[in-house]
């Protein structure tokens, strides 16, 4: 990780309600002026999803929609368009709410493992149950991130862009939990190795910039994944438990970033802020470690994408999410 990096208190995650894309920036650049996101639009419909929009992204491979899900098939046909086309709202409206922005700015795609869950073959099984098509995906996602990347840089020239990559699936990818078409079997788990060297080689299509993984889902491979080259893991902070005490002491001793997603996700009353990070600082006191490291280590986000909230709820967290981050800062103990 690079050490000169600061990441800002406070982030989203990356989806947002609703289906107008200037809205959508709006909220995510004045909410977190030192630290914005692409939003993405989820209640578009296919194409918006996190699936179908990176699918839209790949590189001489394409997806089109089937009643079981996306579906890898030989040319780009109207649900690809789609995606892409909503992708290009996303960034003409992110484009005019950066205007002169010179600071952090994050885009978010699905990672490689996720991707090979959800994406099916021609047989309708996921691409995970072929290892060739794993490969294939992966180079695919790796190339269309590299020109996605050159594509917003050319529209925020000022920005240095962080890369997320949002990978729910790892933990069922690694522990064999992913069911096969037939809803009957699993497939078998892929070699942890393998899973990290996929990781690291699409890490590495961000050339020196940083990347943080994603993933809502509990027992994340925190140690996997700084293997892999990330310099922020992102997660939500509610499913830690102490068997990952660990691994976190090491993290952050090792300089990656943690981006702990305190906010819920969905609808909920919201504590005082300070409340939100409670859980924040017993574990920086369970680990022992030092208080005034919380700012430098923690940037505060929601739990996961606010896809599923209301809009009037959305705002209300990312706010949330900024007055959290000023409370860890101004008192860490």
Not at 193 to 219: I, K, M, N, Y
């Amino acid at each position: 990780m690079n050490d000169t990096l600061h990441f800002p208190p406070a982030t989203g995650i990356g989806s947002l309600p609703g289906t107008d894309a200037r809205e959508a920036a709006k909220a995510a650049t004045g909410s977190f002026e030192d630290f914005p996101h692409l939003p993405e639009l989820p209640a578009r419909g296919p194409g918006a999803d996190m699936i179908g929009r990176t699918a839209g992204l790949l590189v001489e491979l394409y997806a089109r929609v089937e009643p079981s899900g996306w579906r890898i098939g030989d040319r780009p046909g109207r649900d690809t368009r789609r995606a892409r086309s909503w992708l290009g709202e996303d960034l003409d409206a992110l484009e005019e709410f950066t205007q002169g922005y010179e600071g952090l700015l994050k885009v978010q795609a699905a990672g490689p493992w996720t991707l090979a869950a959800a994406l099916e073959l021609k047989n309708g099984e996921a691409a995970l149950s072929d290892p060739g098509a794993c490969r294939d995906l992966a180079a695919s996602l790796a190339e269309g991130l590299r020109l996605h990347l050159e594509e917003v840089r050319r529209r925020v020239p000022g920005a240095r862009l962080v890369l997320q990559l949002d990978e729910p699936s790892l933990t069922a990818v690694l522990r064999g939990q992913v069911k096969t078409a037939s809803g009957y079997r699993t497939h078998r788990a892929v070699d942890r190795q393998t899973v990290e060297g996929t990781l690291r080689d699409v890490v590495g299509v961000h050339d020196g910039g940083p990347v943080v993984v994603h993933s809502c889902a509990p027992d994340v491979p925190f140690a996997l994944l700084r293997r892999a080259g990330v310099a922020g893991i992102s997660f939500d902070f509610s499913l830690l438990t102490e068997r990952d005490d660990e691994a976190i002491g090491e993290a952050v001793e090792g300089g990656t970033r943690l981006f702990a997603g305190v906010v819920p996700g969905a609808d909920a009353p919201l504590s005082d802020p300070a409340g939100s990070v409670m859980g924040v600082r017993t574990l920086w006191r369970r680990l022992g470690l030092r208080p005034g490291l919380l700012p430098e280590a923690v940037t505060v986000t929601p739990a996961c994408g606010l896809a599923g909230a209301s809009p009037g709820y959305a705002r209300s967290a990312y706010a949330h999410c900024v007055r959290a981050a000023r409370s860890l800062a101004d008192n860490p103990e």
